[in-house]
């Protein structure tokens, strides 16, 4: 397992998480206290000879904006103002915005921090916070020294943050690409933030729940899918197991996932959904069309995951993909450009296996499809960038050495096609037979068929709790 620090400590002793010490555009200072409700006091502080204005990038929120002042001179602009957060999520109440339960919230930061617009490119922003004893505060942000740093896209895009009072743990995990041989060791932080609404004896199962799915997807990357993370969790009154989840990558990798209010932990670790979101953070976000490779790589991976952590077993992995990549197949008569609603699921997720097998095919089976996802990865494109689909499969290809994925996009991104999942099925060896799969190792491709879900490496299982 992975152990459990504080940040301070992690700093300390691994000098690859600080960040370079450049002057930023922005300072803001907030004050976080909790009279009569969650509220913030905001002072902004910005270095511009232009002028600029300060506002609410997200419309509901601006009622909640109170006493702002701009003064500006000499070439700074100061804007002071209170945010009602308590007052804004209980009218809100949304998972993908901002919702709270007991005195914590999860909420964007662009739902309560003022944009600062007048400059040509997005600013890098300070933030300093200042909590009442009792309160915490996290982001996916980066550290700077006491700061958050938020830089390379607007306040509107940022990710979640979390507020108040709350159960905060942070988690040391491998930097990506650590675990690869020869490679040092190096360490990154998944913070998580859980909101009231769970029993007191459950929340040490529902840390560990995160904590040993984040060691899963470790070891798939080769170290973890960033140095730096926020999961916040949001118990859902009436709810059992998982529900929605959500990743935003804005500055700093950030995931919400619902969870029941009552605990199973046998239902935690049969669900997808978290480790869904996590794969999602190792990749950037794909403009352009792109929904159907970002959700078809998570939706193709996320059982491999669990396979390998010795969750699930091979025939079940596959069994969901007879079953469930039907649903994709229109998506290639017109081009997974125009895929839509569950197509952008299953058809990315069939056309993941189409890459994973052209990858170990064109390598004679030394590189598959982790080693495209974890290099491109490696290479700098990580959760918190922007990339076009033709960016990714020409960073993939250098990766892997091969031009198989951006065969793969030229043929079936912009061009549509007939893909017959029948023959693919026959071609792999796999069939369902009385309800129950059978994998034939004498078919045509069964050998790159049987690298896919176990992969190259030696398998690192990860024990359940009730195994340990």
Known sequence: MFRRTLLAALLAVSPVLAQPVAAPDCTVDVQLSERGGLGLEVTYRCRAAQSLAFEMGEARAAPYVGGLRVEQGNGIAEARYHFDLSDFTGTVQSTSLAVQ?????LATLGSWLLEPRGYDR??????RINAEPGLAFAAGLPKVGDAWRLAGTTVRFAGYTALGRLTYRELAVPAPGSLRPGQPASRGVLRVALLDGVAEGSR?????WVERTAQAQANYWQGFTARQALVGLVPMPDRRGVGYGRSVPGGGVTVMVEIGNEVDRHRLFGDWVLTHELVHTGMPFIRG?????????ATYV?????ARAGWKTEEEVWREWVDNMPKGVPA????????????????????????????????QGARGLEDCLGGVLWSGLDGA????????????DRATGTQAMSALVDRHFNRGGP??????WKELGVSLIGGRIALDDSAPSAAWRKMIVPGNRPPKPVKLPWQS
């Not at 339960?101 to 919230?105: A, D, I, L, S, T």
């Not at 996320?302 to 669990?306: A, D, L, S, V």
């Not at 922007?386 to 993939?396: H, I, L």
């Open 204 to 208: 040490a199962d529902v840390l560990d």
């Open 302 to 306: 996320e059982p491999i995951i669990r």
């Open 419 to 424: 893909l017959d999942l029948a023959a693919l």
């Open 289 to 297: 069309r792109g929904s159907w490779f970002m959700e078809g790589a």
């Open 122 to 127: 997005p600013p890098v922003i300070d933030i």
């Open 385 to 396: 960038r922007r990339a076009s689909v033709g960016d990714y499969a020409a960073a993939c």
């Open 332 to 363: 290639f008569a017109s081009g997974l450009a125009n895929a839509s609603g569950r197509e952008n699921y299953w058809g990315g997720a069939t056309f993941m296996l189409l890459a994973d097998l052209a990858i170990r095919r064109a390598s």
């Open 101 to 105: 339960r007991g005195n914590g919230v």
